[in-house]
């Protein structure tokens, strides 16, 4: 069972101001690592999947960086807006012929209008 | 697009009783599994299918079977319901071997034993 730490556990920003988020998971065995918005009452929806060590995803005003050697992932929301007020997820995938996904506890961020 | 369906959304149950939620999926995808989700706890996986005929325990599979007789259909059974497993439950499904694909989730059921 993979160990996946998530921190923080919860975020309260201002509207307008940028925040970054920690996923951290063994680096032994890595094949992805993904990263899902869940909203309350909403099911979690994907925002990246990530493979390779030094990748950089964007969308919008969401980026994320991986480091697979350390283990490590980061998110970062730049600009935050009270719509990004949500729990992110980060699962790594450790293994390369099921999609079986073992989740971090989430980071909860909350933004202030 | 139907994608991944869940059902019932909402369930009330008295201890020790059995019910079945039901999940099926339109995108053909091999891999299936049932999460659960608590209050600071994330998503916790509880079993998992890599196809039909071949399922595998989670990290929290007590108290919980599944089977997988079609690749679309993938039903979480809850044996003698306990109030520890009230929970929200998430299914979700993607393709098994594609490293790039995500995985798409049900809208959950909301299941209360009392």
Not at chain 1, 30 to 38: D, G, N, S, T
Not at chain 1, 100 to 108: A, D, E, R, S
Not at chain 2, 56 to 71: A, F, I, K, L, W
Not at chain 2, 104 to 110: C, L
Request: hydrophobic share 30%; net charge neutral.
């Amino acid at each position: 069972i993979l160990n996946v730490e998530q921190s923080p556990q919860s975020l309260h920003v201002q509207e307008g101001d940028s925040t970054n988020f920690t996923c951290s998971f063994p680096s032994s065995n890595f094949y992805a690592l993904h990263w899902y918005r869940w909203e309350t009452a909403k099911s979690p929806e994907a925002l990246f999947v990530m493979t390779l060590n030094g990748d950089e995803k964007k969308k919008g005003r969401i980026s994320a960086t991986l480091n697979t050697k350390e283990g490590y992932s980061y998110l970062y929301i730049k600009g935050s807006q009270p719509e990004d007020s949500a729990t992110y997820l980060c699962a790594p995938r450790g293994s390369s012929n099921t999609g079986k996904l073992i989740f971090g506890q989430g980071t909860t961020l909350q933004v202030k209008p | 697009n139907a994608g991944v369906t869940q059902t019932p959304k909402f369930q009330v149950l008295k201890t020790g009783q059995s019910m079945t939620l039901q999940c099926a999926q339109d995108m053909n995808h091999e891999y299936m599994s049932w999460y659960r989700q608590d209050p600071g706890m994330g998503l916790r996986l509880i079993h998992y299918s890599v196809g039909a005929g071949i399922t595998d325990q989670g990290e929290v599979p007590n108290g919980y079977n599944v089977s997988r007789s079609t690749t679309e259909d993938f039903p979480l059974r809850l044996l003698s319901a306990a109030p520890s497993q009230t929970s929200v439950y998430f299914c979700a499904s993607s393709h098994r071997r594609d490293m790039n694909t995500e995985a798409f989730f049900g809208q959950g059921t909301r299941l209360t034993v009392v």
